[in-house]
């Protein structure tokens, strides 16, 4: 699978947003699956489409959507 970034405005400075598509085999159509967001310097978090929580903290880009695509999300501190 290979996973496409491209990044949208955001509306906080601080925070880098990207949106992650990805395409499942060569040729193959490039997929919306969620959005990834940079918050400091070392901190990555990903939402999937249709997810409720975001991921854990990551320190890198590709490990906050590896476990987004993984399934792998936890509601943050307010319960979404």
Do not use: K
Not at 8 to 16: K, Q, S
């Amino acid at each position: 699978m290979r996973v496409r970034y491209s990044r949208c405005p955001g509306l906080d400075a601080g925070v880098r947003d990207y949106v992650v598509r990805t395409q499942e085999r060569p040729r193959g159509r490039w997929a919306r699956r969620g959005l990834v967001s940079r918050y400091g310097p070392d901190y990555w978090a990903a939402l999937g489409d249709g997810a409720r929580a975001w991921t854990c903290y990551r320190a890198t880009r590709a490990g906050a959507v590896a476990d987004m695509l993984a399934g792998r999300t936890f509601p943050d501190a307010g319960g979404s």
